[in-house]
């Protein structure tokens, strides 16, 4: 039996389990979660309805982290892929999600505030990852884990809202090196047709590396 993947191309957490397929070459079908008919589906599976969801026979398994350490457990192989897994995902994606979905409230219901905060938790992130890929080719280490998987996409959206500056030469290596794999190329032209559904001007250098 196929593996089935619920995702939508264009949301960074799938696109973290998509590079983890595609790196591994493991065979998968995709749903693309649209539409009250595709969210009532995938609330059937898995009430929260957050994407990805991953169903394997009887299995319905949720959150990225969890379903990349089922399809590819070679890509978690120690603490330090899941410590800086964590990172990105909490201290890279959670403020980068802040400000895009304050662009989506409306006008009244504005969070400045923690809009702000969630600035200030990046360029403290930023300072924290340049110093770790200062001496290593890849987040975790020398080899490519679930950490590189959950960094590509959050860098790749927190690039477009809130860049890192030039003291961070060691993070503009890294996403050089993280949009020149293949399985992130890939993932990234994947997301191309749905950029419109992004509430923030794109930058005109977006796609330069």
């Keep these: 039996m196929t593996l089935v993947l619920y995702q939508h191309p264009f949301a960074s957490y799938c696109q973290k389990v998509l590079i983890a397929l595609y790196e591994l070459d493991f065979p998968f079908e995709s749903r693309i979660v649209e539409g009250e008919e595709g969210r009532a589906e995938l609330a059937a ?71 702000g905060e969630a600035r200030a938790e990046l360029d403290t992130a930023y300072g924290v990852l340049d110093a770790q890929v200062a001496s290593r080719g890849w987040a975790a280490g020398d080899a490519f884990t679930v950490a590189d998987c959950a960094a590509a996409p959050a860098l790749f959206y927190t690039r477009a809202v809130h860049r890192w500056n030039d003291d961070h ?38 796609d330069d590396l």
């Design 45 to 115: 599976l898995w009430p929260m309805a957050t994407i990805p969801v991953v169903q394997d026979g009887s299995l319905t398994l949720p959150e990225s982290t969890t379903i990349v350490e089922y399809v590819a457990p070679a890509l978690v192989p120690d603490l330090q892929a899941r410590l800086w897994d964590r990172f990105f995902d909490n201290h890279i994606s959670t403020p980068m999600q802040k400000i895009v979905a304050d662009q989506l409230r409306p006008a009244d219901a504005k969070d400045p505030h923690g809009v």
């Design 169 to 206: 030469a060691n993070v503009a290596r890294y996403y050089r090196d993280l949009m020149a794999r293949p399985s992130v190329a890939r993932v990234v032209d994947e997301g191309r047709p749905y950029r419109e559904l992004f509430p923030h001007p794109w930058p005109a250098d977006q």
